[in-house]
């Protein structure tokens, strides 16, 4: 079948996430017959560039020989099995290797099977620790301004996307709001660093007056993504730690769509030289092939629900917890970043791209081009677009299919999060496919193209 027998399939039957199903009236859906390495193939023998890593997860393309192996060979061995009174060798290899990439500090992993699923495990984590220490008064949760953590109830509770929340707020117990030190903010001849500031001052003082009921902080350390890839330095997390340690509250890093070597590190949290209470994987660890979610955890935080009272334990479960398949994807992903030096290789991919960019940034309308991380070697990029027309993102993103290219842009902020093995070649093409549909939408005259670099 062509696309369009498949596309008339799809909306008589599937319901598209994250989507307003009318605007498929006149924005169609792309169907997607195969992908290899960075490249979707359509079933009309089209090909776009996977731009944004399939929604962030995709790390070393579509069909990685040593991720389907390892598949392959789990696929003879263990498919899947409950993991409530039952282990296996994926699950205690992956959460052993894990710890180590944290020295050992976050000793313990759970498993869940989607971002939002960590989320709400490390919540109810955080409040039942609480009240298994005899504090049952905290239970308040902090959260940055635009920040986006899921869209199950709890994870919406300390997301503050109003798109998502706003329609589910009777629903919701909601979290505290705190100024986020998005380097956006800052004021005409003002530096960065003094958003960070005010924002740290402000959490400071509400911890100082409400530490007693506050439970937790959760972030997504460096890079806020639903808030247009909103990115601040090392220097905040740094502080935000030293203030949770000060008043015994715990901090929750989010690393679902930062973590797995997005910002330049394999945790973002490296950067800043410190590590969470609990922090949450997704998206990228497993290559995205399967859906695998984790909370690490500190140990002393896993020893209070060690006891002889049931209750007392976290009776959190998922049917497919810990799926032997996931986590050996998981495995073989980890594999990928042992036996190959992706961070020496990330910084050179980000080089040649951070090059090629350079018309892009002249453009008079693009604003606050930026990348994410301190180490040169982040791979998330991201500029705002001045004046852009109603309909900006949707727009775009038509105009870059036409150019092979699949972006999805979030209102006026145009991002890149491809995945880590782009050749010299699919690096140009990203960038110039981009350029070039920007000048479309924006309005360029007609036939004017980029010029490679």
């Known amino acids: 079948m062509n696309n369009q027998a498949w596309l008339q399939r799809s909306l008589q039957a599937v319901w598209h996430p994250c989507t ?39 790390l070393f393309g579509h069909g ?76 308040r949760f902090l959260h940055l301004a635009d920040s986006y953590h899921g869209e199950t109830l709890g ?5 503050d996307v109003a798109l998502f929340r706003d329609t589910y707020a009777p629903l919701l117990r909601a979290g ?11 004021a005409p001849g003002e530096a960065p660093e003094a958003v960070a500031a005010r924002a740290i001052r402000v959490m400071a003082d509400y911890l100082a007056a409400h530490h007693g009921q506050v439970a937790a902080v959760i972030i997504e350390p460096l890079v806020q993504g639903a808030a247009g890839m909103a990115m601040y330095g090392p220097w905040y997390l740094q502080q935000l730690r030293r203030l949770c340690d000060q008043y015994q509250v715990h901090l929750i890093a989010d690393e679902i769509a930062v973590g797995c070597g997005r910002t330049g590190t394999f945790f973002a949290c490296e950067q800043a030289g410190i590590w969470p209470d609990l922090l949450l994987l997704s998206k990228g660890i497993t290559g995205g092939y399967l859906p695998l979610s984790v909370v690490l955890s500190r140990d002393a935080l896993y020893q209070a629900f060690y006891h002889d009272d049931v209750s007392r334990g976290f009776l959190h479960s998922h049917s497919y917890t810990g799926n032997p398949l996931a986590c050996r994807a998981a495995l073989a992903t980890l594999s990928l970043f042992e036996q190959q030096d992706v961070f020496a290789q990330n910084r050179l991919l980000a080089a040649r791209i951070n090059h090629l960019a350079e018309p892009i940034r002249a453009l008079p309308f693009v604003r606050q081009f930026r990348q994410a991380g301190e180490t040169g070697g982040g791979m ?27 972006l999805r842009p979030m209102g006026p902020t145009v991002y890149w999060m491809p995945p880590y093995v782009l050749t010299d070649e699919e690096a140009e093409h990203l960038v110039v496919a981009t350029h070039d549909a920007l000048l479309e ?11 490679t670099v």
Request: aromatic share 10%; net charge neutral.
């Open 64 to 139: 990685h020989p040593v991720i389907n192996a390892a598949l392959k060979d789990q696929l003879d061995q263990l498919e899947h099995v409950m993991l409530a009174g039952f282990t296996h060798a994926p699950v205690i290899e992956l959460s052993e290797r894990l710890s180590a990439l944290t020295g050992g500090v976050l000793g313990h992993a759970f498993y869940g099977s989607d971002g939002a699923s960590a989320t709400e495990m490390a919540l109810k984590m955080s409040f039942h620790y609480w009240r298994n220490v005899g504090q049952p008064e905290k239970t």
């Open 380 to 406: 998330i990029w991201a500029f705002e677009v001045e004046d852009a027309p109603a309909g900006f993102a949707q727009q775009l993103f038509a105009a870059a299919l036409k150019r092979e290219l699949l």
């Open 441 to 451: 939408v924006m309005g360029a005259p007609c036939g004017v193209r980029m010029k």
């Open 20 to 58: 307003q199903m009318k605007r498929h009236e006149t924005f169609p859906l792309v169907p997607v017959a195969r992908a290899q390495g960075a490249w979707l193939y359509d079933f009309d023998g089209k090909r776009y560039l996977d731009g944004v890593s399939s929604w962030w997860v995709n």
């Open 155 to 159: 994870a919406l509770a300390v997301t």
């Open 176 to 186: 505290v709001a705190m100024p986020s030190p998005d380097r956006r903010l800052a």
